[in-house]
């Protein structure tokens, strides 16, 4: 079965970066999108950051444009957001997600926290 599993979370202060990887297992040609989501105290999740596996479009939230970095390392099944010029409202839990193009949502990890203060 597929398996999501993030980690790189952690405290930071403003203007720091943090790494986060996502290792995939069992993903098929039908997951053809992976992302990360991000959820806040109080606040619906929301997608950061997605790449389509196949081609290497992304999309990006405006609020990380030019910020955070998706990359991907087939050899390695993992999924990577580099995330540079942290500010406090990137707070949250971080989801790694998998699925179908463009909502990505048929998978999910167990999520990341990341705290910028």
């Known amino acids: 079965h597929v398996q999501l599993v993030e980690s790189g979370g952690d405290e930071v202060q403003p203007g720091g970066s943090l790494r986060l990887s996502c290792v995939a297992s069992a993903l098929t040609y039908k997951s053809d999108c992976m992302g990360w989501f991000r959820q806040a105290p109080g606040k619906e999740r929301g997608a950061v950051a997605v790449?389509?596996?196949?081609?290497?479009?992304?999309y990006y939230h405006d609020s990380v444009q030019g910020r955070f970095t998706l990359s991907q390392d087939d050899s390695k099944n993992t999924l990577y957001l580099q995330m540079n010029s942290l500010k406090p409202e990137d707070t949250a839990m971080y989801y790694c997600?998998?699925?179908?193009?463009?909502?990505?949502?048929?998978?999910w990890g167990q999520g990341t926290q990341v705290t910028v203060s």
């Open positions: 790449i389509w596996r196949g081609g290497g479009s992304t």
């Open positions: 997600a998998a699925g179908r193009c463009p909502d990505t949502n048929d998978y």
